[in-house]
């Protein structure tokens, strides 16, 4: 293969501008809304239009792969609160394999089984492991919480709390202080121009 048939490898600053193109045309939806956390905005972010898009699915997990480990967070599995989290854990499990590295994603659930296996987290077991919480956009920082309590509850040591998207209505400001972790986002809505 010569080098003009050699497929070029995107930047990671190629890969953050081409992922707010995608969220600014496929996920921002103009209109008033009232959101999970009962609160109303001009705008809603619906990001399982990206998280769960062909192209879109990679970069995600590449940029949130590449905010943590600037960010000097180690860890070893990643998850969120069922739903909103698994498509962003699944794509950086996938990215990390991808660059050699293993990294475990995981599921918490509202609330704890009452059959089965009873669990509350599932997926690869996160006792006594480095884990961050994932969510796509917050903003009250609920579901995070939900979540940073199911994985302690389960043993997990929980490093960060990281989203796609951070609304800027206090889920930082909440976690830190509720969760005592980090609250690391990709893209703050100033910057998609939604401020």
Not at 59 to 76: K, P, S, T, W, Y
Not at 105 to 117: E, H, I, L, T
Not at 149 to 173: F, K, L, S, Y
Request: hydrophobic share 40%; proline share 4%.
């Amino acid at each position: 293969m010569t080098d003009a048939q050699t497929p070029t490898v995107p930047t990671p600053q190629q890969d953050r501008e081409r992922l707010k193109q995608l969220i600014q045309d496929l996920a921002v939806v103009h209109g008033r809304v009232t959101l999970s956390s009962g609160k109303e905005a001009d705008y809603y972010v619906d990001l399982r239009r990206v998280t769960l898009h062909h192209e879109a699915a990679p970069l995600i997990g590449r940029v949130m792969l590449r905010l943590l480990e600037e960010n000097g967070i180690a860890f070893d599995a990643v998850g969120g609160l069922t739903m909103g989290a698994d498509p962003v854990a699944t794509a950086m499990m996938h990215q990390a394999g991808a660059a050699g590295r293993a990294l475990d994603a995981f599921v918490v659930r509202k609330a704890q089984k009452s059959y089965g296996m009873g669990r509350q987290v599932e997926g690869p077991g996160v006792d006594g492991r480095r884990v961050v919480v994932l969510e796509d956009t917050s903003t009250t920082g609920g579901s995070a919480l939900t979540a940073v309590e199911g994985v302690r509850n389960a043993g997990g040591d929980v490093q960060a709390v990281a989203v796609i998207v951070d609304r800027a209505t206090g889920a930082a400001e909440r976690v830190a202080e509720e969760a005592d972790v980090p609250y690391l986002y990709a893209f703050g809505k100033d910057e998609l121009g939604l401020g």
